[in-house]
Nanobody, 119 residues
Framework: QVQLVESGGGLVQAGGSLRLSCAAS????????LGWFRQAPGQERELVAA????????YYADSVKGRFTISRDNAKNTVYLQMNSLKPEDTAVYYC????????????WGQGTQVTVSS
């Protein structure tokens, strides 16, 4: 199993920045794909960004392209989400998730961290 713990959430004004961190422990593998999801009240959980095992391939939702950057430090077993130019619609609980290289679904999840962006 993999344990994931998010941190770095908080309250910011529109236009501000936050950096989320996700520390992994347990049976971690550098080949895991790491993703950031978010879920707002009454909304479906959506994939915001993902990064593959080498960090050479990334994915971003259209709504965050150019504003968010995902990165990982395999030596520290940590994945980051740098969020710039935040908008009120970015308000959500953000979750870190991991997918094994042999799997096509994210099966390991953190508890989430709240991000609130005020107008």
């Amino acid at each position: 199993q993999v344990q994931l713990v998010e941190s770095g959430g908080g309250l910011v004004q529109a236009g501000g920045s936050l950096r989320l961190s996700c520390a992994a422990s347990g049976r971690t593998f550098s080949s895991d794909t790491l993703g950031w999801f978010r879920q707002a009240p009454g909304q479906e959980r959506e994939l915001v960004a993902a990064i593959n095992w080498r960090g050479a391939s990334t994915y971003y939702a259209d709504s965050v392209k150019g504003r968010f950057t995902i990165s990982r430090d395999n030596a520290k077993n940590t994945v980051y989400l740098q969020m710039n130019s935040l908008k009120p619609e970015d308000t959500a609980v953000y979750y870190c998730a991991a997918r094994r290289v042999t799997q096509n679904e994210y099966n390991y999840w953190g508890q989430g961290t709240q991000v609130t962006v005020s107008s």
